[in-house]
């Protein structure tokens, strides 16, 4: 019988709370849906164009706020009881800020582009929004 491994054994105390788990499983759930559906659409179609830029606009507005809900809140309680406990995911933080930015200009230009730039703008978009998913899904776990 194979054993099973460290990661999927259950701990002999009681469990505790998880105040990360719900949040980021419902974030991993945002973040490929709206990468899924970046790659799915076709941008030359104004509708289709605005929908997903739309997503995307709103993911970024979500992951915005859940940075600084988890910063002012989260860590601060952290802190309290282990100093330096946040310091790697604050730094994480500050990345994932400027990351967001930087898909956020790139948004505004797939929508304000001419017509033949679009589907190369939108192109370089989904891979760099998929690198920062990939990111964001290893920093949450």
């Known amino acids: 019988m194979t054993p099973i491994p460290d990661f999927i054994t259950l701990p002999d105390t009681a469990p505790r709370v998880d105040l990360y788990g719900p949040l980021h499983q419902a974030l991993r759930q945002v973040m490929t849906h709206t990468l899924q559906d970046l790659g ?41 009881r282990q ?37 190369l703008l939108a192109q370089r978009l989904h891979r760099h929004l998929a690198a920062f998913v990939s990111d964001k899904l290893v920093h949450m776990q």
């Open 40 to 80: 799915a659409r076709d941008v030359s179609d104004a509708e289709e164009r605005t929908a997903v830029l739309d997503g995307v606009d709103s993911l970024l507005g979500l992951l915005r706020s859940h940075v600084a809900h988890e910063s002012d809140f989260i860590h601060t309680a952290v802190e309290a």
């Open 83 to 119: 100093p330096g406990g946040t310091r790697q995911a604050a730094d994480d933080h500050l990345q994932h800020l400027e990351a967001i930015g930087h898909l956020a200009d790139e948004s505004r230009a797939v929508r304000d582009a001419q017509d033949e730039h679009r589907p």
